[in-house]
Nanobody, 121 residues
Framework: VQLQASGGGLVQTGGSLRLSCQRSGFISDNYVIGWIRQAPGKERSRVSCISSSTGATYYADSVKGRFTISRDNAKNTVFLQMNSLTPEDTAIYYC???????????????WGQGTQVTVSS
């Protein structure tokens, strides 16, 4: 399985970005795709996940109400719509895949390349 993340960029505080994660390769029907981020000098943290089968979602408290994760199974793509961005959202964002939405990012075995999100004040 390969994951291709895209959509990062530079925005001002209050702006929006939409990240995409396209999956290729064979996988069973039930899996979770998530987003992990790593800010400069900080540990990786879980941001959001979505189940491929049920559509159930998870959001970190820090992004609830601002970020929305969605999926297009026909296109094997997961999106992360990020609104009301703040400088604290500045990080490299990685899409990941696993059987569940692991709380510890290190437990995910499949990672895409990161995409940089920078929010200016």
């Amino acid at each position: 399985v390969q994951l291709q993340a895209s959509g990062g960029g530079l925005v001002q505080t209050g702006g929006s970005l939409r990240l995409s994660c396209q999956r290729s390769g064979f996988i069973s029907d039930n899996y979770v795709i998530g987003w992990i981020r790593q800010a400069p000098g900080k540990e990786r943290s879980r941001v959001s996940c979505i189940s491929s089968s049920t559509g159930a979602t998870y959001y970190a408290d820090s992004v609830k109400g601002r970020f929305t994760i969605s999926r297009d199974n026909a296109k094997n793509t997961v999106f992360l719509q990020m609104n009301s961005l703040t400088p604290e959202d500045t990080a490299i964002y990685y899409c990941v895949l696993g059987p569940i939405c692991y709380s510890d990012p290190a437990d995910f075995r499949s990672w895409g390349q990161g995409t940089q999100v920078t929010v200016s004040s």
